[in-house]
Nanobody, 120 residues
Framework: QVQLVESGGGLVQPGGSLRLSCAAS????????MGWYRQAPGKQRELVAV???????RYAESGKGRFTISRDNAKNTVYLEMNSLKPEDTAVYYC??????????????WGQGTQVTVSS
């Protein structure tokens, strides 16, 4: 079994910063892509940023220049540094990873989500 556990969400004022973390654990052989998605009330889940095992990154336009995704392969952990936060960044943020287990199977896993609220 594989688990993704997120942490770091919370309430922050506009213009503030937060750092989200997501640690993968379990029967992991390798992790290819790791990413962050978010879902605001009444809206569809959307991509925030992804990072491939070689370090290649991709960002949604909404986060370019403000968000930075990174990963620590030794810790099977992905991070999302969010700066200059805006009220429209308010959402539940989900971690996502494409993982090859020790059984050789590749599947996409999701975390349980962490709430980010940007409000004064």
């Amino acid at each position: 079994q594989v688990q993704l556990v997120e942490s770091g969400g919370g309430l922050v004022q506009p213009g503030g910063s937060l750092r989200l973390s997501c640690a993968a654990s379990g029967s992991i052989l390798s992790i290819h892509t790791m990413g962050w998605y978010r879902q605001a009330p009444g809206k569809q889940r959307e991509l925030v940023a992804v990072i491939i095992s070689d370090g290649t990154t991709r960002y949604a336009e909404s986060g370019k220049g403000r968000f930075t995704i990174s990963r620590d392969n030794a810790k099977n952990t992905v991070y999302l540094e969010m700066n200059s936060l805006k009220p429209e960044d308010t959402a539940v943020y989900y971690c996502n990873a494409d993982i090859r287990t020790k059984l050789g199977l590749i599947s996409t896993y999701w975390g349980q989500g962490t709430q980010v609220t940007v409000s004064s």
